[in-house]
């Protein structure tokens, strides 16, 4: 059974910083993109950072450049996402999900999901 489990938020004033944290329990992580999706409130599930099976590619949601950051250790089947500056508009419920696909943004792409971590940002 494939599991998906993130931690790491929580209510942060705006400006600081959070770091979220994904432990997938696939077998083959490494074949697996990564990726971060998160939903606000009253509002559809939407893409915020991708990391490809290698770790050589990322790609960001434009709302997240220059602030958020991807990466993975491929030892600890573990994903993060360093968010840095944070705004009150990033206020959502974090998702991360597996796919086999490289590169897709779209929810529906992705095949595992975790629970959720909510992050609060407060202004």
């Known amino acids: 059974q494939v599991q998906l489990v993130e931690s790491g938020g929580g209510l942060v004033q705006a400006g600081g910083s959070v770091r979220l944290s994904c432990v997938a329990s696939?077998?083959?992580?490494?074949?697996?993109?990564m990726g971060w999706f998160r939903q606000p409130p009253g509002k559809e599930r939407e893409f915020v950072a991708l990391i490809t099976w290698d770790g050589d590619s990322t790609v960001y949601a434009d709302s997240v450049k220059g602030r958020f950051t991807i990466s993975r250790d491929a030892a600890k089947n573990t994903m993060y996402l360093e968010m840095n500056t944070l705004k009150p508009e990033d206020t959502a419920v974090y998702y991360c999900?597996?796919?086999?696909?490289?590169?897709?943004?779209?929810?529906?792409?992705?095949?595992?999901w975790g629970q959720g971590t909510q992050v609060t940002v407060s202004s």
């Open positions: 696939l077998r083959t992580f490494n074949t697996y993109t």
């Open positions: 999900a597996a796919t086999r696909l490289l590169r897709h943004t779209t929810p529906a792409d992705y095949n595992y």
